[in-house]
């Protein structure tokens, strides 16, 4: 019986093996980004060369994918092209930024080389924890919500290396290069997006595929936010932007983050090419220390035009802490609302017709970023 069933079966098993590859699905099987959203880089941040994904790192950003996944199984290849490049993949991450960070909320697992170091707090091996307001119980040998890997398995720059995510029902894995080494519990949130992180080294990926799992039963609230079509307005330079005269040298374009200079022109702006009819803006403030302006001047966001325009003062937030602002602009009426606050949105009047959004300097330091729109239609 052995002689003959072993022929039988063995036949079997080969034709079995093309239909479980086929389950996984090429998440880049194009030239280009099809199927991806670059959430907050430049247009050259993430680019398809020759099959390979190819990141600058600059500025510190994020790519996502357009839809959510619950349980499934993420394989992919990375290299960093530096010694001590760092990156990440997001797991069920939200579609935006968090609060004051050019960084998705998810669950990270690390993508790190070996020249960064291995410290008590981080290793260059495969660590995963939770980001941004994400929690996750750890497995094995932790600090806090941090899994560091049971074994040292990734290879040095400019070396290929292989992961291999399980995410299901809050339970993630991750594989180095073939063995399971680290990740965690009761994540939340479970269900989301799947991104890349650029964190300011030139990175390669290739072969990305998901293999998507039955069951998920994920709660409204162990989901991340839906996308709502918001795209960005600032990617770590000022293109899409002008100043004036006065402004040249007030506004600063430092990575993710835009400074207004401290000993900047107080009533400067610097607005938008574009022009928007209905709108959602998003954009995150940090005003600095000093709560008067120089010359009696309180800048902040503005809509309208050179000749008029609507300020949104900067005054309203507090100093030295990040707060996101959302104003909804509806025909000859802006809302703003400040997250977090409680507060009802207050209401103004704008003027009329397609407007720019400026960035009015108020003479003293201000942090800016995550400065998004999503237009009405």
């Given at each position: ?191 989301g997006y799947l991104g890349l992180e650029a964190e300011g080294a030139p990175t390669e990926w290739r072969n990305l ?76 403030v940090r005003p600095g220390k000093g709560a008067a302006a120089a010359d009696g001047a309180d800048g902040g966001i ?76």
């Open positions: 019986m052995r002689r003959f069933l072993l022929p039988l079966l063995f036949p079997c098993a080969l034709a079995a093996a093309p239909q479980d590859a086929a389950e996984f699905v090429d998440l880049m099987p194009g030239k280009d980004l099809a199927g991806w959203v670059n959430v907050n880089g430049a247009p050259e941040t993430w680019q398809v060369v020759d099959g390979v994904l190819r990141c600058t790192g600059k500025p510190i950003s994020a790519l996502r994918t357009e839809r959510m996944y619950e349980n499934f199984v993420f394989e992919c290849e990375w290299r960093h092209l530096q010694s001590g490049g760092n990156a990440g993949i997001f797991v069920w991450a939200g579609p935006l930024p968090a609060v004051g960070a050019p960084f998705l909320r998810a669950i990270e697992v690390q993508v790190l080389d070996h020249g960064y170091g291995n410290t008590a707090d981080y290793t260059t091996h495969g660590d995963v924890f939770p980001i941004w307001g994400s929690t996750m119980k750890p497995f094995g040998r932790h600090k806090g919500m941090r899994s560091f890997p049971s074994e040292e398995r990734s290879k040095p720059s400019p070396e290929w290396n292989h992961y291999r995510i399980e995410a299901r029902d809050g339970v993630l894995r991750l594989s180095v290069n073939g063995k399971e080494v680290s990740g965690g519990e009761d994540c939340n949130w479970r269900k595929r998901i293999l998507e799992l039955p069951g998920g039963k994920g709660t409204p609230e162990q989901t991340a936010t839906e996308a709502r079509g918001h795209r960005p307005l600032y990617c770590g330079d000022l293109r899409g932007w002008r100043a004036e005269p006065a402004a040249a040298k007030a506004f600063l374009a430092k990575d993710w983050q835009l400074v207004l200079a401290a000993d900047g022109a107080a009533g400067s702006a610097l607005g938008t090419e574009a022009t928007f009819a209905d709108f959602e803006l998003i954009v995150d503005a809509l309208g035009d050179e000749e008029r325009r609507v300020v949104i003062p900067f005054g309203a937030l507090d100093a030295e802490r990040w707060q996101r602002v959302v104003v909804r602009r509806t025909g000859e009426t802006a809302t703003v609302a400040i997250e977090g606050r409680g507060a009802p949105a207050e209401s103004c009047a704008v003027p009329a017709g397609r407007c720019r959004v400026w960035i009015v300097h108020p003479g003293r330091t201000v942090q800016v970023c995550n400065l998004f729109v999503r237009e009405e239609r």
